[in-house]
C-alpha cells in the first residue's frame, strides 16, 4: 500500500479460524486465548460494526528497548454471522505516525467481514 508516496510499513494478516458455533462464546474463547498468550498489553471485548469483537494491542519493545519504540499491533476476532467461523484481523506496524490510519483499516476490515457461499 502506497501512502502519500511513500510504502507502507505495516503488515496486515487475516485468518479463518472454526468458531464452536456461538458467536459470544466466540468472542470470549478467543479474549482468552490472547490473554493467555501473554503477548498483548491490552485485551477485552470491543466493538466493530455494531458487533462485539475481541481486541487486543500491544507495544513489542524494539531491540533498543527504548520507551515508545518498537512494533505496534492489532488483533481483532470478528466473528462470520451466520457461521461456524470467527476472522481474526491482524495489523503489525514499526511506523508510530501512521499508526492510526493502520488501526483503522484492521477496524475496517474487520468490519467488512460478511458470511460467503
Known amino acids: ?45 470491543d466493538r466493530v460494526a455494531g458487533r462485539p469483537a475481541a481486541c487486543a494491542t500491544a507495544v513489542h519493545p524494539s531491540g533498543s528497548g527504548a520507551p515508545g519504540t518498537g512494533e505496534r499491533e492489532v488483533v481483532l476476532g470478528v466473528p462470520v454471522p451466520g457461521r461456524d467461523r470467527v476472522v481474526l484481523v491482524c495489523v503489525t506496524s514499526p511506523d508510530r505516525d501512521r499508526w492510526p490510519l493502520y488501526e483503522r483499516v484492521a477496524r475496517d476490515v474487520a468490519a467488512s467481514v460478511r458470511p460467503g457461499s
Do not use: C
Open 1 to 45: 500500500m502506497d501512502i502519500d508516496g511513500s510504502p507502507s510499513a505495516a503488515t496486515l494478516t487475516v485468518a479463518v479460524q472454526p468458531s464452536g458455533g456461538d458467536p459470544a462464546v466466540s468472542e470470549l474463547g478467543v479474549v482468552e486465548s490472547l490473554r493467555r498468550a501473554q503477548a498483548y498489553d491490552e485485551v477485552g471485548v
